[in-house]
């Protein structure tokens, strides 16, 4: 190959490096921004919110949707880039489940078993059951298209990662809303929301996010 030649392909090859992590995070911000906004026109804050917040149980909720929210963004920025190490994001994963879960037990121990069912059903399933995954789409939408500059050796986890991030910020907007504030209910139908969700952002991821 003669030096010019050499010289034309290694300047080819020369080309702005896409900073990756940099455009998720401005993709998962705009994304949030957008549903906010969406949110807060259309449904806004519940009420009495200016009295919930003086509670224990409303406070707590947003506990395990922002624990989610940043471990699952944790695991997205981990997992767009191949070879880097997940395992310690896929723990913290863990962490909204064990919340939830001391959560559930102290209200079993200090509601009468009468009212259980009650609790955990609530007045807003369906609710909750819509709310999340439709304030989802966006900053889900958002967070896919940055992940396809980088290069995930597995996309359906990927989108599901994607996905969880985006639940998360749905979830913690919806809980400024929902008038159900038992950890039962919270345990129950949250997660529930939040599983629908990743299961789309893994069927998306395997759709979108191949090489």
């Known amino acids: 190959m003669k030096t010019d030649d050499l010289i034309n392909v290694l300047s080819a090859d020369l080309r702005p490096r896409i900073d990756i992590s940099r455009n998720i995070v401005l993709a998962a911000g705009a994304g949030a921004v957008v549903a906010a906004v969406l949110f807060f026109s259309v449904l806004g804050l519940r009420p009495d919110v200016g009295s919930a917040i003086d509670s224990v149980r409303f406070v707590f909720k947003f506990l395990p949707t922002l624990a989610l929210t ?10 767009v880039h191949p ?12 962490v909204p489940v064990v919340l939830l879960a001391a959560a559930v037990f102290v209200e079993l121990s200090v509601v009468p078993s009468s009212l259980w069912e009650q609790r955990m059903i609530g007045s807003n399933a369906v609710h909750c059951l819509t709310v999340i995954p439709l304030l989802s789409i966006i900053p889900g939408t958002c967070i896919l298209m940055a992940m396809r500059h980088g290069a995930p050796e597995k996309p359906g986890p990927a989108g599901a990662a994607a996905a969880l991030v985006s639940a998360g ?20 139908w949250y997660p529930i929301a939040t599983l629908l969700v990743a299961g789309v952002g893994y069927l998306a991821g395997m759709r979108f996010l191949r090489w």
């Not at 070879?83 to 863990?94: D, E, K, N, P, S």
């Not at 907007?173 to 504030?181: H, R, S, V």
């Open 70 to 79: 940043c471990a699952a963004f944790g695991l997205v920025i981990s997992i």
């Open 83 to 94: 070879g880097r190490v997940q395992r310690g994001w896929q723990f913290l994963l863990l």
């Open 169 to 188: 910020i749905a979830a913690t907007l919806y809980a400024t809303n929902c008038p159900d504030d038992s950890p039962l209910f919270v345990a129950t």
